[in-house]
């Protein structure tokens, strides 16, 4: 018999005409009581989900009367999703409001309780992946960073990357139950379900009338190694680039990190290439010191990820011929006893997770000896520094999308770097839209470069010129600079390639305002 907990019933029906257009029944007078909506709002990590739910007419639903677990994706999350899909959303209520929704079960349930179960179906209609790795709460690739936030019409789990439905699903009325995981039954001997199709953002409206469902429910349930393996099967909009796919998928920040220090970044958003990614764990798997090494060494570090990428697409068929596998590093590839993990397709090209990482037969390792001798830390450029400050991953991925991190990788500048407060207190769909507009995109971000790396007086000595190409003028007001709206504490970091300046503020470029 499976054991039933917090048995939940979602009613956010319309009980009278005053709350017309889905408002739904209030939650309780209890003043230190924050509905789900609330806690939402009023964390400004999670302002661009604020947004989403506006644009999706759910403001009023997640402020009513029931039993939500909501799973929030950070600002930073958000700017992770590539820019043709959240335009896209944006632009389309309907496509928001089933986007919203595949981020929200109809049960209560805590960290703990999900721990115990394999998956659940939100009210989108969809089902999501649960898993656990050690200490760390998985709700399909996104991890839970901040768990259990109390609500009266129920609990909000933060996480670090955006949920995206891999169908389209008509929203439907499953029995709500929290079932402990289990071992799974047999299978029958049947004809297996086709694989999941690629997600696609057109996604049926709710009722017109705004309600988010009428008397439904939604489940957090176990779900069988058939589904399981159909909903893993993990595709991404024909748009995104293989780099978007690496970005958009947390399994893969080394490689992606890597990629940006040997200045691949640009040449993966353009032809055709299949891709052997090694998971974070293949790399944490490496001989200790041999990942510091090749770091330190940028051709060995070229070398490496390009035995990595093959330019055009290959088949699982023809991988296991050996057909067409000569690498970009100019060797054909060796997968030995690497195991491919199931291949994520993108607009230009395929990636195949891999669980080890490959060496070229004529691949030297840097002399560890050498480079763990050499206790004088060096620097890292503009670019790998951004990396180091959560703060600043918008702006890292933005840069990234804008082909612009490779540029600072060399040369002498000086960046005036917005916070993720910063991005979100943009127009959201501005931002959006600059995303996709790679031209408009690079404007807003060259307005915020200058050559040369002067210390806080040297700034506000004249004016600067951007690498966008208009003049700035940086006054000082103490010990803080001001850089139009922005505001900068006068400190700086220095790397190999330039200073960072943290702003709270993002200056937009005459041009795009």
């Known amino acids: 018999m499976k054991k039933q907990i917090g048995l939940m019933t979602l009613s956010l029906m319309l009980v009278s005409p005053a709350l017309a257009g889905g408002a739904g029944a209030p939650v309780g007078k209890n003043p230190t009581c924050k509905s789900v909506e609330q806690i939402v709002t009023g964390n400004p990590e999670l302002s661009t989900l604020a947004t989403a739910i506006n644009a999706a007419g759910l403001k009023n639903a997640l402020s009513s009367a029931g039993s939500l677990t909501v799973f929030a994706p950070t600002n930073a999350a958000f700017s992770k999703v590539p820019s043709d899909t959240l335009t896209a959303a944006l632009n389309d209520p309907s496509v928001m409001r089933g986007l919203v929704l595949y981020h929200v079960v109809g049960e209560k349930a805590t960290a703990k309780q999900i721990r115990g179960v394999r998956g659940g179906t939100t009210l989108q209609g969809s089902v999501i992946t649960v898993s656990t790795q050690g200490n760390k709460l998985m709700i399909n690739n996104a991890t839970v960073t901040k768990a259990d936030l109390i609500a009266c019409n129920g609990i909000v789990h933060v996480i670090d990357t955006v949920l995206l439905p891999p169908v389209a699903a008509t929203v439907k009325a499953p029995t709500a139950t929290l079932t402990p995981a289990a071992p799974t039954p047999a299978v029958p001997t049947t004809t297996p379900p086709a694989p999941a199709p690629a997600m696609t953002v057109t996604i049926p409206a709710l009722p017109a009338s705004g309600a988010l469902i009428t008397t439904t429910t939604s489940t957090i349930t176990t779900t069988n190694a058939t589904t399981a393996a159909a909903n893993t099967s993990t595709t991404a909009t024909s748009s995104a680039t293989v780099y978007d796919v690496l970005v958009n998928n947390e399994r893969f920040s080394t490689v992606?990190?890597?990629?940006?220090?040997?200045?691949?970044?640009?040449?993966?958003?353009?032809?055709?290439?299949?891709?052997?990614?090694?998971?974070?764990?293949?790399?944490?798997?490496?001989?200790?010191?041999?990942?510091?090494?090749?770091?330190?060494?940028?051709?060995?570090?070229?070398?490496?990820?390009?035995?990595?990428?093959?330019?055009?697409?290959?088949?699982?068929?023809?991988?296991?011929?050996?057909?067409?596998?000569t690498t970009l590093q100019g060797t054909d590839i060796d997968l030995g006893s690497a195991t491919l993990g199931t291949v994520l397709t993108s607009g230009n090209g395929l990636i195949y997770p891999i669980d080890a990482v490959l060496l070229p037969t004529d691949f030297v390792v840097p002399d560890i000896k050498a480079v763990a001798a050499d206790t004088t830390p060096t620097?890292?450029?503009?670019?790998?520094?951004?990396?180091?400050?959560?703060?600043?991953?918008?702006?890292?991925?933005?840069?990234?999308?804008?082909?612009?991190?490779?540029?600072?990788?060399?040369?002498?500048?000086?960046?005036?770097?917005?916070?993720?407060?910063?991005?979100?207190?943009?127009?959201?769909?501005?931002?959006?839209?600059?995303?996709?507009?790679?031209?408009?995109?690079?404007?807003?971000?060259?307005?915020?470069?200058?050559?040369?790396?002067?210390?806080?007086?040297?700034?506000?000595?004249?004016?600067?010129?951007?690498?966008?190409?208009?003049?700035?003028?940086?006054?000082?007001?103490?010990?803080?600079?001001?850089?139009?709206?922005?505001?900068?504490?006068?400190?700086?970091?220095?790397?190999?390639?330039?200073?960072?300046?943290?702003?709270?503020?993002?200056?937009?470029?005459?041009?795009?305002?």
């Open 256 to 325: 992606r990190e890597l990629i940006s220090d040997a200045g691949l970044t640009d040449s993966l958003m353009t032809g055709e290439y299949t891709i052997f990614a090694p998971t974070n764990d293949a790399f944490d798997n490496l001989p200790d010191g041999v990942l510091a090494a090749v770091r330190s060494d940028p051709k060995a570090l070229k070398q490496l990820l390009q035995y990595h990428v093959l330019a055009r697409r290959v088949t699982t068929s023809q991988i296991s011929e050996g057909k067409g596998l």
């Open 379 to 513: 620097p890292p450029n503009i670019a790998t520094y951004l990396t180091t400050d959560p703060q600043l991953s918008t702006l890292r991925d933005l840069l990234n999308t804008a082909g612009l991190s490779d540029t600072l990788t060399s040369g002498d500048y000086t960046i005036f770097a917005p916070t993720n407060d910063a991005f979100a207190k943009l127009d959201q769909a501005k931002l959006a839209a600059w995303r996709k507009n790679k031209a408009q995109l690079k404007t807003l971000l060259q307005g915020l470069i200058v050559t040369g790396h002067p210390d806080a007086a040297g700034l506000s000595a004249a004016p600067l010129k951007t690498l966008e190409g208009s003049e700035i003028t940086i006054t000082r007001d103490g010990a803080s600079l001001k850089y139009g709206d922005a505001v900068s504490n006068g400190k700086f970091t220095t790397t190999a390639t330039g200073n960072v300046y943290i702003i709270d503020t993002v200056p937009v470029p005459a041009s795009l305002r």
